[in-house]
């Protein structure tokens, strides 16, 4: 077996954006920053986490070169080109190949449920319209679940598609090509999911949402993979279990982003209205994780 070329730790970067929703870049350079800081120099770029239904293709080209300048071209960046139909993904691929990315995450179509045939031709000319290397996302929360078999045919397929970033917190797939497909390349995208893959051998790596503002917790994590019936494995999957409890009462995006302005990265700012009672629940979020881990908590930090 020859060494696989995506794996370890991704960050699922947050798209940080200003009251107008124009992209803060600086609040994006200072947050790839916080993160090289931490060790973590491997980032997912216009994912879910980084709410990618909101980003146009100027807005991720932005993006793409200002992580770049930020990490001073060192960071290997998986790139999200999540689309409503096949054209405008191809043209965010496009964009991405531009910018010499590392790989595409490959979501399926969003809105309209779909066949298992039609996510199969979506993802083969998608694939055919670029070089890069793709990883297929299962993200079912939003899109069309994609299946075991399909995902299998189409990583036997075709070449440039390499394996699967499987958001559905199911390590179903994942399993399935561990044993059908042992060269795949396959990622948890859903932070949950990431403890019971590492224990049972199912994946190479995780692209991670809760990683773009608590790498700590991670890191940890993913660097007892081998220990993983020792008690700092099951105490660091027991702190992350707590976190992810504390963002299920958010949309994601939503959730991570009063996290990053606990921990002084910048003010979030979001695409639609927020209410006083989610207001409310962002100050007892904010609150329990001061409590909860205060020494990554700044003494004092950004006013809301």
């Not at 397929?157 to 179903?172: A, Y």
């Not at 797939?173 to 561990?178: N, R």
């Amino acid at each position: 077996m020859t060494a696989k070329p995506i794996t370890g730790v991704y960050a699922a970067l947050l798209t940080p954006r200003g009251e107008d929703q124009t992209i803060d870049l600086e609040a994006l350079k200072n947050l790839v920053q916080f993160l090289m800081r931490h060790g973590v120099t491997s980032y997912a770029i216009n994912g879910a986490t980084g709410e990618f239904c909101l980003t146009t293709p100027a807005e991720l080209q932005s993006i793409l070169a200002t992580v770049k300048q930020a990490t001073n071209g060192c960071a290997e960046i998986l790139c999200g080109v999540g689309a409503a139909g096949t054209q405008l993904a191809i043209e965010l691929a496009a964009v991405a190949e531009a910018e010499a990315v590392k790989g595409l995450l490959l979501p399926m179509p969003y809105f309209f449920p779909y066949q298992q045939e039609d996510l199969d031709l979506f993802s083969r000319a998608v694939a055919a319209s670029t070089s890069l290397p793709i990883l297929l996302y299962n993200l079912p929360q939003f899109t069309s679940g994609l299946e075991k078999e399909t995902v299998l045919k189409l990583v036997q397929d075709v070449p440039n598609i390499l394996g699967i970033k499987d958001s559905s917190g199911s390590i179903e797939i994942l399993s399935h090509l561990t044993r059908h497909a042992p060269d795949a390349c396959r990622m948890v995208g859903n932070d949950s999911a990431l403890a019971p893959a590492l224990q049972q051998g199912v994946c190479d790596g995780v692209v991670s949402g809760v990683a773009c503002v608590l790498p700590e917790a991670i890191l940890a994590l993913y660097s007892e993979r081998r220990n993983f019936a020792s008690a700092s494995f099951g105490n660091a999957a027991h702190r992350l279990d707590e976190f992810i409890d504390q963002l299920n009462h958010f949309p994601t995006p939503w959730g991570l982003k009063f996290i990053a302005e606990t921990r002084g990265l910048f003010k979030p700012h979001f695409a639609q209205p927020v209410t006083a009672h989610r207001l409310e629940q962002s100050e007892a979020l904010t609150a329990w994780f001061a409590s909860w881990a205060p020494a990554l908590v700044p003494a004092i930090s950004n006013a809301r």
